[in-house]
């Protein structure tokens, strides 16, 4: 799972996508996107810059990224390969649209960490109230600055809630937090799974950036070839 997009109201973004996919085989989509980052390491992208939607995209304004590097002056081209490569991938994508400006003057006063848990929830309810275990894999967030309930334990607290009035037993609910450099900070022993799980945090941001674009820039170039996996979806706050 992966967002696109803020929460400033006004400032920066007007939609905030939040959206994950759900491989059936989650080692072939693993393979596609190591693949896919050693051709662009191969081709001179630049290995201190995370590999993610929006820094190929602005490859060509960004300094960091040399010259060199094959896509500098075209990176549509690698962005549409591997939007194709995960569409190619057995399984789905469930994603949750926020329309900044119309949500209520109440809602934008919580803190941030706070909305955001909440349209995560949104999200995540449906699988949650349905598979039996899951094990989410959650892009590492440093903006919960608030006192109150945090993301696991609002996350694992409604999908008890809403399990038990279902009447369907607890589930077995594991949460990891990564981001690009994950890997590094685990034991060698570790590094696979870390990985692993890192490869799909990306797979996920390049699905968010395509979504975001179609609702953004009203663009749907991007987001229609990965519309064929999406298998739910929910605006929110849309007049």
């Known amino acids: 799972m992966d967002e696109s997009g803020d929460l400033g109201f006004g400032v920066g973004s007007n939609y905030l996508i939040l959206a994950f996919i759900a491989p059936t085989s989650g080692k072939q989509l693993s393979k596609k996107i190591k693949n896919f980052n050693g051709h662009l390491v191969r081709n001179g992208w630049n290995q201190a810059v995370e590999i993610k939607a929006?820094?190929?995209?602005?490859?060509?304004?960004?300094?960091?990224?040399?010259?060199?590097?094959k896509y500098k002056n075209d990176p549509a081209e690698p962005v549409r390969f591997l939007l194709k490569e995960i569409a190619s991938v057995d399984g789905y994508i469930e994603y949750v649209a926020v329309k900044l400006d119309t949500v209520s003057a109440g809602?934008?006063?919580?803190?941030?960490?706070?909305l955001y848990n909440y349209f995560a929830w949104m999200l995540l309810k449906g699988p949650l109230c349905h598979f039996p275990a899951v094990e989410l894999f959650a892009d590492r967030r440093n903006r919960e600055f608030h006192n109150l309930l945090k993301f696991d334990g609002y996350i694992e607290?409604?999908?008890?809630?809403?399990?038990a009035e279902k009447g369907k037993s607890p589930m077995d609910l594991t949460i990891h937090h990564y981001h690009s450099g994950s890997a590094s900070e685990f034991k060698a022993?570790?590094?696979?799974i870390v990985e692993f799980g890192v490869r799909g945090l990306e797979a996920a941001d390049f699905v968010c950036w395509a979504i975001k674009r179609k609702f953004e820039d009203q663009n749907n170039e991007w987001y229609a070839l990965i519309e064929k996996r999406v298998k739910w979806k929910q605006h929110l706050y849309f007049a």
Do not use: C, D, M
């Open 107 to 114: 809602l934008k006063t919580a803190p941030h960490g706070i």
């Open 189 to 192: 022993e570790q590094r696979a």
């Open 54 to 69: 929006s820094n190929l995209w602005y490859a060509p304004k960004n300094v960091e990224i040399p010259s060199k590097f």
């Open 157 to 163: 607290s409604r999908a008890g809630i809403e399990r």
